[in-house]
């Protein structure tokens, strides 16, 4: 038998710290699931409007917690072989890479509401302009793209409303053909309906789709954050559990 056994018997207490480790793996690998599952939703669910942002940190804290999900997976395993095996040299490897998700997936959560306190300021300062300078440029395909399904999904034309537009480099060429708004702020998107602005036409929402867009990232940076943070205090007692067997199991001999 290993060394935790004396004698040949186990005592209570570390059976039960390793019964206690091993529901806290199960418990880590759904946990693990679900950063991944989130980390990976938000960058597909409406990945477009990436292109729309003037920095990338949403980005970068939706692909943090892919990384996290990913090493969870991993440590996992690693967690129940420590256990079995009652190797404290097992164990210290568990822990630091328990330590290291913590903290990874801590960053991603910060990450998730600094940005969230600053997400109104962000837009309304760089949407606008991103909006009426890039559409429909040379070079700005990705853009063009995600204004109109920005538009198309919220139901919104333009920034701050419809009237933004008419500052619009597109709009003001030959290009636009006598379009007043592109064709992606018609309710029934046909060629050429854009040369009509008329609310029958046209969405015109009250503060136009940046109120829209605003939302949409502020539900997810709020989920970033909260299942980030919430994994994050699941590694805490699991980095307790790990210390506690850790230091009832005498050294392995060489």
Sequence with gaps: MSSAYKGGEEDWLTV???????????????????????????????????????????????????????????????????????QR???????????????????????????????????????????????????????????DKLQQDFKCCGSDSYQDWTTSVYIASTRADGRLVPDSCCKSVTPDCGVRDHPSNIYKVEGGCITKLEQFLADHLLVIGAVGIGVACLQICGMVLTCCLYRRIKMEPY
Aim: hydrophobic share 55%.
């Design 89 to 147: 040299s097992c164990l210290s490897i568990y822990f630091f890479c328990l330590l290291l998700i913590f903290l990874i997936e801590l960053v991603a959560g910060v990450l998730a509401y600094v940005y969230y306190q600053r997400l109104s300021e962000e837009l309304k300062e760089h949407l606008k302009q991103t909006m009426t300078d890039n559409y429909a440029q040379p070079g700005k395909e990705a853009i063009t793209l995600a204004v």
């Design 16 to 86: 039960c710290l390793k019964y206690l480790l091993f529901v806290f793996n199960s418990l880590f690998w759904v946990g693990g699931a679900g950063v991944l599952g989130v980390g990976v939703w938000t960058l597909v669910e409406k990945s477009e409007f990436l292109s729309l942002l003037a920095s990338s940190t949403f980005a970068v804290a939706a692909y943090i917690l892919i990384l996290a999900g990913g090493l969870v997976v991993v440590t996992g395993f690693l967690g129940c072989c420590a256990v079995i095996r009652e």
